[in-house]
């Protein structure tokens, strides 16, 4: 499956962005979906996960309450709506699916997702 992601851009802080992640070569209804974020200097980490129905939603503790993962089987796409922006939040996004991911074990781990997008940025200022 191949993931490519777009939305970033530049936001002042306390602004709004929605990323969207668009797959093409499968369906993504069998697979766990999750973004993760990498700052500069930084390693690759969490952010949000969706089970493959949809009706489970995981989140980082730092975007908890502003960021809410979504998904459109229909449309074969993953959106991550962002509000409340804060600079810390300035980052490469990247999307991410796993056919196999067990969600009850917690999908927050790099190493567990088989595909990723080609990320975008997100820069918010102060």
């Known amino acids: 499956v191949q993931l490519q992601a777009s939305g970033g851009g530049l936001v002042q802080a306390g602004g709004s962005l929605r990323l969207s992640c668009a797959a093409s070569g499968r369906s993504l209804r069998n697979y766990v979906m999750g973004w993760f974020r990498q700052a500069p200097g930084k390693e690759r980490e969490f952010a949000a996960a969706?089970?493959?129905?949809?009706?489970?939603?995981y989140y980082a503790d730092s975007v908890k309450g502003r960021f809410t993962i979504s998904r459109d089987n229909a449309k074969n796409t993953v959106y991550l709506q962002m509000s409340s922006l804060k600079p810390e939040d300035t980052a490469v996004y990247y999307c991410?699916?796993?056919?196999?991911?067990?969600?009850?074990?917690?999908?927050?781990?790099?190493?567990?997702?088989?595909?990723w997008g080609q990320g975008t940025l997100v820069t918010v200022s102060s």
């Open positions: 991410a699916a796993d056919r196999w991911l067990d969600v009850s074990g917690g999908p927050h781990l790099v190493s567990d997702y088989d595909y």
């Open positions: 969706i089970s493959r129905g949809g009706g489970g939603t």
